[in-house]
């Protein structure tokens, strides 16, 4: 069974920094690419990131360029989101998602909040 | 970048059919794929590709595109169908930069 855990999330102070994971299991990590998608409180889905299956290649969204950073470990069967100087408007859901050829997100995780908020 | 824009919200009696529409310029060259999702849990993966539906999802739901609108179509709503729906797309630099539409509200009357 394909499953995808998201870890990490938390309250923290505008400027500050956090990082989320996700475990994954139930299939071939290192096969497939992976993204971070987030979900403001109220509102729609927002692609934030994706990276190839061998890292070598990233995207990001305008809104979180600069400021986070993607990165996996084949080896340990997880996906990271390095998140720096953090705005309000970074609060959401953070979401991490498998690839399936650019084509679509076939599994995603539970999810985690991120609340960023003095 | 590219945007995708959807209806708000749509409405549809028991048992009819409702099509929930995406439009955008980059569906010109990418297929769409379609989220549901049901309050406080993730979205599921309800159509991709040119209409493929992934294992467990009912064969009510069928996906379409022309030009540049994509179209979810289902067929005989059920109660539990009522739920936020989200296109999604590459950006239409085609560079697996993922863009979602606005989603659309769906209610079964």
């Known amino acids: 069974e394909v499953q995808l855990v998201e870890s990490g999330g938390g309250l923290v102070q505008p400027g500050g920094s956090l990082r989320l994971s996700c475990a994954a299991s139930g299939f071939t990590f290192s096969s497939y690419e992976m993204n971070w998608v987030r979900q403001a409180p109220g509102k729609g889905l927002e692609w934030v990131s994706y990276?190839?299956?061998?890292?070598?290649?990233?995207y990001y969204a305008d809104s979180v360029k600069g400021r986070f950073t993607i990165s996996r470990d084949n080896a340990k069967n997880s996906l990271y989101l390095q998140m720096n100087s953090l705005r309000a408007e970074d609060t959401a859901v953070y979401y991490c998602?498998?690839?399936?050829?650019?084509?679509?997100?076939?599994?995603w995780g539970q999810g985690t909040l991120v609340t960023v908020s003095s | 970048s590219s945007e995708l824009t959807q209806d708000p919200a749509v409405s549809v009696a028991l048992g009819q059919t409702v099509r929930i529409t995406c439009q955008g310029d980059?569906?010109?060259?990418?297929?769409a794929s379609w989220y549901q999702q049901k309050p406080g849990q993730a979205p599921v993966l309800v159509i991709y590709g040119k209409n493929n539906r992934p294992s467990g999802i009912p064969d009510r739901f069928s996906g379409s595109s022309s030009g540049n609108t994509a179209s979810l179509t289902i067929t005989g709503a059920q109660a539990e169908d009522e739920a936020d729906y989200y296109c999604?797309?590459?950006?239409?630099?085609?560079?697996?930069?993922?863009?979602f539409g606005g989603g659309t509200k769906l209610t079964v009357l």
């Open positions: 998602a498998r690839d399936i050829l650019g084509l679509a997100y076939d599994y």
């Open positions: 980059s569906l010109r060259s990418y297929y």
């Open positions: 999604n797309s590459r950006d239409s630099s085609g560079n697996h930069q993922g863009v």
């Open positions: 990276i190839s299956s061998s890292g070598s290649t990233i």
